[in-house]
């Protein structure tokens, strides 16, 4: 199989693979490689060159509920749902209560719309499901309980970067590498120490080609001067023997071209190195530190729309140095509270003082709105360009990526432009949303390494239980009234 868009580059080029369908299969890959564009070859959504043969149907989450009015169980009714106890004996394991099936689809949060999804899906069985990113709008418990749901399912690929779920879900690994695709059994923590491995085996033999190479080359020299100073004998002083001196010249240049070839066969080793090994380099970071200490005051905030309480008045204080991670339940009010920090509009009764010098950058936690050239986002943001495109291009993108209209992109890339700004701006406050949605795993190590070595003072919403364990200095939970 083979496939490119109209006009870009070959996304898959002469891949052959064959997928037991009994697999919990995860796929993973930088973001912009091409992991739901190969969810789309599968579901017949577009055409590639080759053939792709499959024995069953496949079924793609999330899919898009028409009419939200109508009620959980008529929805999934219409999904061809017969049996309503095995319904609900789905929506059992994953922690939702049967008094949904009589509520309107539209009125249940993010989270309950996904598990419901799922186990609709799951309940089809001629169908293999291909899962695009199940946890994005899920809080951690949600995540647990979702991890824990597929690791007795099978029959599914699953596309996500949370390593903690892939461990928990899969019995197979397919990589989208720089420069093909591989097969691995195992779980994401299987295929890292395998990739680990790899990259440790071609960094032993990169330097043992490197000492090789430099050693022919002085030997080349050496063997080419050898060869200079016998060629100028035969014209020395006194009776010479040319002959003699003209095949011992032959057999020193001879040597100096055996020397030759074998540097240029240690040098086409050396290329072979490297070739899916993913560069992760270094990020950086320019926190300004503030006149203060103190960067921000709250006092029994309450955050309410239509006279609703979201959670429980809140209080605590930003200091210089603080990394604080503001917790909760899907729906809990997390979002609303930073929008109230970076200073939008946002209903609430209590204290808040945020000094009025202090610089907050702000990255929400939806990228879709992104669209047109990528140079307007620059002049809106005020930003330096080639600073920008140097972090984009260290978070994996290519240079053909920064010609794309933003609409295009990946979601992952997305979250990837708006993270490189912020990266860029200069500030006392790092205000982020869900800094890792839809972000690849190894940009999400290269966004803990950049925390933990610049130590910016952060507020932070997000899910994933890796970065939140290692980065958090300091943890809010709201709680529902």
């Known amino acids: 199989m083979s496939f490119a868009y109209d006009g870009g580059a070959s996304i898959f080029s002469n891949v052959s693979l064959q997928i037991d369908t009994r697999w919990r299969l995860g796929l993973i890959g930088r973001n912009g490689r091409g992991k739901t564009t190969l969810l789309r070859l599968l579901l017949g959504d577009l055409v590639c060159e080759g053939k792709i043969e499959s024995s069953v149907s496949c079924g793609y989450f999330p899919y898009v509920v028409r009419d939200t009015n109508l009620t959980t169980l008529e929805i999934a009714e219409q999904s061809g749902v017969i049996e309503t106890w095995r319904f609900e004996r789905e929506l059992s394991l994953l922690k939702i209560s049967d008094e949904v099936l009589g509520r309107s689809f539209g009125t249940l949060s993010g989270g309950e719309q996904t ?21 994005n709008h899920l809080d951690l418990e949600g995540r647990e309980v979702v991890g824990g749901y597929l690791s007795k399912k099978s029959g599914f690929i699953l596309v996500s970067h949370d390593s903690v779920l892939l461990d928990k879900s899969v019995d197979h690994i397919l990589s989208i590498n720089r420069n093909d695709i591989e097969l691995t059994h195992g779980n994401f923590s299987t295929w890292q120490l395998n990739q680990s491995y790899r990259d440790q085996f071609e960094n032993a033999e990169n330097i043992k ?11 080349t020299k050496q063997s080419a001067n050898w060869s200079n100073k016998t060629e100028k004998e035969k014209y020395g002083n006194g009776p010479v023997d040319s002959g003699y001196i003209g095949r011992k010249a032959a057999k020193i240049m001879k040597r100096s071209k055996t020397f030759d070839d074998r540097k240029q066969k240690a040098l086409e080793q050396k290329q072979q190195l490297f070739k899916n090994t993913e560069l992760a380099e270094k990020l950086s970071i320019m926190p300004l530190r503030f006149h203060s200490e103190r960067y921000a005051d709250l006092e029994n905030i309450v955050v309410q ?3 609703m309480p979201l959670f429980e008045g809140v209080t605590f204080a ?63 943001r005020r930003i330096d360009e080639s600073l920008l495109k140097a972090i984009l291009h260290k978070l994996g993108f290519s240079r053909g990526d920064y010609e794309n209209n933003m609409s295009g992109l990946s979601a992952g890339q997305k979250k990837k432009i708006l993270l490189a700004a912020t990266l860029c701006e200069q500030t006392h406050l790092y205000v982020w949303d869900e800094p890792l949605n839809y972000i690849d795993v190894i940009s999400r190590t290269q966004i803990i390494n950049l925390i933990l070595e610049y130590k910016p003072t952060l507020i932070f919403v997000e899910h994933d239980k890796n970065f939140l364990e290692t980065i958090a200095t300091k943890k809010i939970n709201l709680g529902y009234l």
């Open 318 to 380: 930003v200091n210089a140095g603080d990394r604080v991670a503001i917790c909760g339940k899907n729906g809990c009010g997390k979002s609303s509270l930073l929008k109230l920090i970076v200073g939008q509009d946002i209903p609430y009764k209590g204290f808040c003082r945020i000094p009025q010098k202090l610089k907050i950058s702000y990255l929400p936690q939806d990228a879709a709105f992104l669209s047109g050239d990528l140079k307007n986002l620059i002049e809106q």
């Open 305 to 307: 729309y239509d006279a």
């Open 209 to 219: 080609l490197k000492k090789e190479i430099r050693r022919l080359q002085d030997a």
């Open 115 to 135: 598990k419901i999804m799922l186990a609709i899906l799951f309940l089809n069985d001629n169908y293999f499901l291909l899962i695009d990113e199940p946890t």
